[in-house]
């Protein structure tokens, strides 16, 4: 069936409308401070009248909140700023880590306004199962939302190995999946969003490009282009260039964990000798400081070889050294390679920094070619343990400031 044309006016006429739309939001989401109408048309270059016909439809639609006016310095009526709205959509943010889930919902304005981990042991546990946990987490975050007046209008899910664009995980390792189908395990339950026009119901991403995007949007003075190495029983890294997530032809980069550095070396889950994280995972520094993770209270691990290493424990100190060490050659071929600056450490290496990046820098002093007039800087995390998760949930409220109209055909 042919279907009728429409007319081009009225195509151009409803372009210029998403147009605008995400023009006025994407420039208060951007502002150091909350701006006014007119401050929005100077920066803009629309007229008054068009600003201010699109902030209101973005007000009706629980997008653009209106804040007290600073005080009046001079004559005429002092102006209200505009902010992000933080009584509209949500994003809920997930993660399926070796040890732990999560859930963690954000709101447009960026404020994390629930986050619950579930710590278990998922290696012995199926894909299924492990799911349906995740579930459990999602729907009382969900409840806690609408509580709190709050829509989520769609989810992001962090998983610790080589997820394609179809959500399927080709390969996770550490949890032994392989080829597993997350969106089709999930169509059995309830769904978790309210279904939103163009925007994914459920995006699945590896957890370490979800956690490098956390850290890329967790505040204004971080850097744009920045290696982040997110530590806990797998090693992963999320690789950002000028603002943008290197993802690679098939989306797979990142997989520092599993670079050689000593070819030799340890087996791996992975099937090679000698990668990374069977010497500077978790549970390799563990085992090096002479822990036993089973015999570790409810805290996480990283706290615990913390509070160790800060008490000058000999066999932590040594551990996070070798791992620090470890960790300094693999990045070393990092930087080599894309002529990075910054170094990130995230996950449980957040903690860990003061310790992990003496020896960490000392190798890349070492192997990288450009050290002696570029040093390159290495920091933790800004948002430590929880940048998978907060990045996972901050990218679907991303999705709703860069394309609004979706959520405003939804509500209007």
Known sequence: MIRPAVPAAAVRQGSLRELNLAVVLGRIAAAPHPPSRADVATATGLTRATVSAVVDDLVAGRLVGESEPAPRTGAGRPARGLVLAGNGPA????????????????????????????????????????????????????????????????????????????????????????????????????????????????????????????????????????????????????????????????????????????????????????????????????????????????????????????????????????????????????VNLLDLDTVVLGGGYALLTPWLRPPLLAEVSRLVLTAGWSPVTVRPSALGPEAAVVGAAGSVVRRIVADPVGWLNRTG
């Not at 709050?150 to 997820?163: F, H, S």
């Not at 080709?170 to 309830?190: F, I, K, Q, T």
Request: with cysteine; charged share 20%.
């Open 91 to 334: 994003g809920l943010g997930l993660e399926i880590n070796v040890d732990y889930l999560a859930a963690c919902v954000v709101d447009l304005a960026g404020g994390v306004r629930h986050h619950t981990v579930r710590r278990a042991d998922l290696r012995p546990v199926s894909p299924a199962d492990t799911l349906a946990r995740l579930v459990g987490l999602a729907d009382a975050a969900r409840a806690d939302a609408e509580r709190q007046g709050l829509t989520l209008a769609g989810a992001a899910l962090a998983v610790p190995g080589l997820v394609d664009a179809a959500g399927l995980v080709r390969l996770a390792p550490n949890l032994g999946w392989r080829d597993v189908p997350v969106p089709e395990l999930l169509s059995g339950h309830p769904p978790m969003v309210e279904p939103v026009p163009g925007i994914p119901p459920l995006v699945v991403e590896n957890e370490a490009n979800l956690a490098a995007l956390g850290e890329l949007h967790a505040g204004p003075d971080g850097p744009v282009s920045f290696l982040h190495v997110s530590g806990e029983v797998g090693i992963g890294a999320g690789i950002v260039l000028d603002g943008a997530l290197f993802r690679g032809v098939r989306g797979w980069s990142g997989e520092i964990g599993h670079i050689p550095v000593q070819p030799e070396g340890r087996p791996c889950r992975c099937g090679g000798r000698g990668c990374l994280e069977r010497y500077a995972g978790q549970e390799a520094v563990l085992a090096a400081a002479g822990l036993d993770r089973a015999d570790l209270p409810a805290d996480t691990a990283a706290a615990r070889l913390a509070d160790l290493a800060l008490a000058e424990h000999p066999a932590t100190r040594a551990a996070l050294a070798e791992a620090g060490q470890a960790l300094g050659v693999a990045v070393a071929c990092v």
